[in-house]
């Protein structure tokens, strides 16, 4: 069941009021709303000291990025796992400093057929942490690979290889954007969470633009409010994508009525740092032109300012040791080049002087 009665919308308002107060959009507005509505339902020592005059945070302090902490998602370089196959691939990644990698599916193509046991082993004879993976969360294909269709299959290959996180990228989306709706996904997410725990995993889901728009049949709540408000936090936990986080501020900075919505993502992460152990570090170049605010980039090529955010979740408590930050590009020029300059860019982030 929802954390809360299908009908309770008075204690969903409750618990978004509460995240409101730290400006994340869901607000005594959305509270006062909903309690009124109609019942519904190897870089670092070449790096370390790097200088630079850009304001974000070069210098000689101690590193920003915890160590032990930097991953890549797979699907990042999805063109040299699929023509090269994994051990080049992780190779290439462990000279550059990588410590972890996130799947994006567990074959390499051309390269010919691989086992868990087998890719299990490969990661870690690079000195690499299988740290999650994705999984899609539903199919209209009975047979299909994903959470709906076959949560027992994608537990037992997470588990095979050792994995702490299991998620998807997917977003709630499976029975509409109606905040009933949303509760319905986020009973799912429970049990797929309560599944996970069972066998010493997270489940977590990674989040693109869409999921901060606003819930259709009320307009005033924004729809990741509901999500977290009807998760156990517990049993589901978030990976934020900081590029599309940053997007949506910029595309849902207003209700549907046309009245101001601003919120950070930086502060949903400090509000409950224990739900995010993982983030996609994506970058991106400001412009106002386009629909998204930004065009994606290479991490350190952008203007996302990667100082600030990772130097704020690094001082909650354990932030250094609790999380994980996954570099990632949706569609790189070279993919080889991307992930060797997002290292060394991480890499050369330092602590600003007190």
Known sequence: MSRTSRHSDPELAHRLSRRGALGVAAGTTAAALLAAAAPTAAARDHTAGTASADGHGHGHGRPVLPPGRLGIQLYSLRDKVSTLGFAPVFAELRKHGYDEVEYAGYGQGSAGPITLAQLRKLTRDHGLRGIGSHVGYYSSDPNAYTFAQNLDKVLDDAQALGLPHIGT?????????????????????NHYGAEAKKRGMKFYQHNHAEEFSFATDHPHVRLYDILLAETDPELVHLEMDIYWAHVAQFRYSRRPDGAPAPFDPLDYVLRQPHRYPLFHVKDGERDDSVRDGYRMADVGDGDIDYQRFISAVNRTHGGRRNHHWQAEHDNPVESFAFARKSSAHLHSLREKDC
Do not use: I, L, Q
């Open 169 to 189: 990228a997917s977003g709630p989306w499976r029975y509409g954007a109606t905040v009933d709706g949303w509760k319905r996904c986020a009973d799912e997410f």
